[in-house]
C-alpha cells in the first residue's frame, strides 16, 4: 500500500484510452473522433489525457481556449487542435501561432484572421458555427454563417475546414429539442460539404453521440466520456464507460466522541450515541466542496462512512462507529472503489445538485495529480 498523501487525484490514462476505444466502436468507419481535453482535461491533466485519447484511436483534440491549444503544442502534441471557444484578437494570434484550428460566426472575425495570418505569414482553418438553439456562441442567420463561410473562402491564407453547431438538451433523452438542432444543421452541413468536399461537419457531444448516430456526421467531440464519466449523470458501467479518476485521502485522527459533542465549525453536527470520529486533511480548498457537510460519504476500510459536520478549508470529519478498526494513517477513498465498496463521481454530483463534469473541474491545484496505467 502506497504511503498516505493528504489530497491525491489518481488517473488511470489506461481507461482513458479504452473509454476512446469504447467510442470508436460506436462510430461508422471514416467518422473522426475529436477528444475534448479542455479545462485541464476535465481536472485529469490535460497533456497527459491528451496524449492517452490519441493512444486509445482519437483522431482530433478540442480546446475551449488558445493557451490551452498553445500548452498541447508545447509539450509536442502534433494532433489537429480545434479551439472551440471565443477569441480576443490576442487569443486569435496565439490560436494561429499554435497552428490550432479556430471558430467563427461573424464576417468581421474572418476578416481580424485574415490579418492576423498575413502579419505572422500563417494559414489557418476555420470551422463555421451556427448556433441551431443552444443560444450561446456562433450565428443564428443561416445566411450569416453562409457570409463567414464566404469570407473564409475569399482569403488565401484561410481554408474552411469545418461546420459545427453544438446541442442544448443532448442529455435529456426524449426532449424535441435536439431533434430540432440536428435537422436545422443538416442542410446547412450538406450545403457546405457539396462545396466544400474535404469539410467536417460536426455536432455531437458525448451525450449525443451515445444518443443518436445519425448526430455523428463526420466527427463526433467528447469530452465526460472520455475520462469515463456519464454524459447521462448515472452509472458510467452502463455504457460500457470506466472512470479513470480516483480521489483519495488518508485518515490524520481518530478520536473517540460522548454524547453531544460536535465537530467542525458550527456545529453542525453532534454525537447522538458515543462514537469514534476520524479527521481526513482534505477540504473546500481541494474542491471538496462546502456543499457536501452532512451530506457525503467516505470509503475506509472498505467500508462506506458519513462524513459529517463541516467541511472546512483543510478538513472534513466521518463518522466511524461505536466501534472502529480504523487507525491514523489509513488510506481514505472519496471517489473510486474500495473492497466492494464504491463512490462515483456522479454520486458526489448528485448530493451537491450539480454534474459530474463540475466535481472534475473543481479540484483544485492543491490535489496532486498521479497519472498512472492500471
Ligand atoms: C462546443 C463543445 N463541444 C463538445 C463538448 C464536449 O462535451 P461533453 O463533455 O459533454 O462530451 C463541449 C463541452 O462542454 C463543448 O463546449
Excluded at 72 to 93: N, Q, S
Excluded at 171 to 177: L, N
Aim: hydrophobic share 40%; net charge negative.
Amino acid at each position: 500500500m502506497s504511503a498516505p498523501e493528504r489530497a491525491v487525484a489518481r488517473v488511470d490514462l489506461a481507461a482513458v484510452g479504452r473509454n476512446c476505444e469504447h467510442l470508436r466502436s460506436l462510430l461508422a468507419d471514416g467518422t473522426r473522433l475529436c477528444a475534448v481535453v479542455k479545462a485541464d482535461g476535465y481536472g485529469h491533466g490535460d497533456v497527459w489525457c491528451a496524449r492517452a485519447a490519441l493512444e486509445g484511436g482519437a483522431d482530433w483534440l478540442a480546446a475551449a481556449t488558445a493557451p490551452e491549444a498553445e500548452e498541447l503544442r508545447r509539450h509536442g502534441i502534433r494532433a489537429r487542435i480545434l479551439v472551440m471557444g471565443a477569441l480576443t484578437r490576442e487569443d486569435a494570434r496565439v490560436a494561429l501561432d499554435s497552428a490550432a484550428d479556430v471558430v467563427a460566426w461573424r464576417p468581421e472575425f474572418v476578416a481580424l484572421l485574415d490579418e492576423l495570418a498575413r502579419s505572422d505569414d500563417v494559414r489557418a482553418n476555420v470551422h463555421v458555427k451556427l448556433d441551431t438553439g443552444m443560444g450561446r456562441l456562433g450565428t443564428k442567420d443561416v445566411d450569416e454563417a453562409r457570409a463567414v463561410a464566404a469570407a473564409i473562402d475569399a482569403s488565401d491564407r484561410l481554408e474552411l475546414a469545418g461546420a459545427m453547431t453544438h446541442f442544448a438538451t443532448a442529455d435529456e433523452p426524449g426532449d424535441d429539442h435536439f431533434a430540432d438542432q440536428l435537422e436545422r444543421f443538416r442542410p446547412f452541413a450538406d450545403e457546405l460539404r457539396d462545396a466544400h468536399p474535404g469539410l467536417v461537419a460536426h455536432a455531437a457531444n458525448s451525450a449525443a453521440t451515445y444518443r443518436d448516430s445519425a448526430a455523428h456526421l463526420d466527427m463526433v467531440r467528447c469530452g465526460i466520456a472520455i475520462y469515463g464519466l456519464d454524459p447521462f449523470h448515472a452509472d458510467p458501467a452502463a455504457r460500457g464507460l470506466e472512470p479513470a479518476l480516483t480521489l483519495a485521502s488518508y485518515v490524520a485522527a481518530v478520536k473517540r466522541f460522548e454524547p453531544g459533542e460536535s465537530a467542525g465549525y458550527g456545529r453542525r453536527w453532534r454525537a447522538e450515541e458515543p462514537t469514534w470520529v476520524g479527521t481526513l486533511p482534505i477540504g473546500y480548498g481541494d474542491g471538496w466542496r462546502r456543499g457536501l457537510t452532512n451530506n457525503a460519504d467516505v470509503l475506509v476500510r472498505g467500508r462506506r462512512h458519513p462524513l459529517v459536520g463541516t467541511v472546512s478549508m483543510d478538513n472534513i470529519t466521518i463518522d466511524l462507529g461505536p466501534e472502529t478498526d480504523v487507525r491514523p494513517g489509513d488510506p481514505a477513498v472519496l471517489i473510486g472503489t474500495d473492497g466492494d465498496e464504491r463512490i462515483l463521481c456522479e454520486d458526489v454530483a448528485r448530493r451537491l445538485d450539480t454534474i459530474n463534469y463540475e466535481i472534475t473541474c473543481g479540484l483544485s491545484p492543491r490535489v496532486r495529480r498521479v497519472h498512472v496505467r492500471a
